[in-house]
């Protein structure tokens, strides 16, 4: 239930110049396996969203072009990640699970929640078999987009299949003529056995953070060490 699944994010402020490039990268180490097929393969039919499969031997990744959105990750048969029970996996909304993406705004504020990134189509830029399956998605501004946030851009996010880990590359282009702050995150939901199972660690001491679990509770608070627990 949505009680085993623990969202985690790390928002960034970026201030990005004309032709510049902000790469956002994330890895999930796992145990190192061999591993024997390595397939990336594109479905448009078999459900109501397009999606990629990166395969190698018993690991595996999904990933929705709506969104750019990966939603399982399995090594050794296990899913690393979570999907909300209730999430609408028809286009309708944004996923709620997997490694949805917030730009150009993380969180609430100008425009809606999150940005636009993550509920709008991305087309397959390159798709690559071999020993480590990959495949990156482009998306790039237009009329919609511009409505909300008037700026020229494109982004790539690389999903790479690694023999001990999924490896994530997120690349934000100016492609205007006028510099732009952003915010982004890649917002994963990590599938656990309970909360109280969770530790944390990282350089979180004395860093303010704003606790929401109880909603007459949401004030903002400050971290007194480096690992966070549940």
Not at 81 to 100: E, H, T, Y
Not at 195 to 222: P, T, V
Request: with cysteine; charged share 25%.
């Amino acid at each position: 239930n949505i009680s085993d699944m623990l969202a985690i994010w790390a928002p960034a402020t970026s201030s990005l110049a004309v032709g510049a490039r902000a790469p956002i990268v994330s890895r999930s180490p796992l145990c190192a396996r061999s591993v024997v097929q390595m397939v990336a393969a594109v479905d448009e039919t078999s459900e109501p969203l397009k999606f990629v499969t990166l395969s190698a031997g018993d690991n595996e990744a999904k990933v929705y072009h709506f969104g750019a959105c990966v939603t399982s990750y399995k090594k050794d048969g296990i899913d690393y990640l979570a999907v909300r029970p209730d999430a609408k996996m028809d286009g309708s909304k944004p996923i709620s699970g997997g490694i949805p993406h917030c730009f150009p705004q993380f969180g609430p504020g100008a425009m809606q929640q999150h940005g636009f990134a993550r509920n709008l189509d991305w087309e397959v830029d390159e798709l690559v078999d071999g020993d480590e399956p990959k495949v990156v998605f482009k998306l790039t501004d237009s009329e919609y987009t511009r409505g909300m946030w008037d700026k020229a851009f494109e982004l790539k996010y690389a999903v790479t299949l690694k023999e001990d880990s999924l490896d994530t590359s997120f690349v934000v282009k100016n492609t205007g003529d006028d510099a732009f702050d952003f915010t982004a995150a890649l917002h994963t939901y990590w599938s656990i056995t309970g909360i109280d199972a969770i530790k944390i660690a990282g350089d979180f001491e004395g860093k303010e953070f704003l606790k929401k679990a109880n909603a007459a509770a949401s004030l903002f608070q400050h971290y007194k060490s480096g690992v966070l627990t549940g």
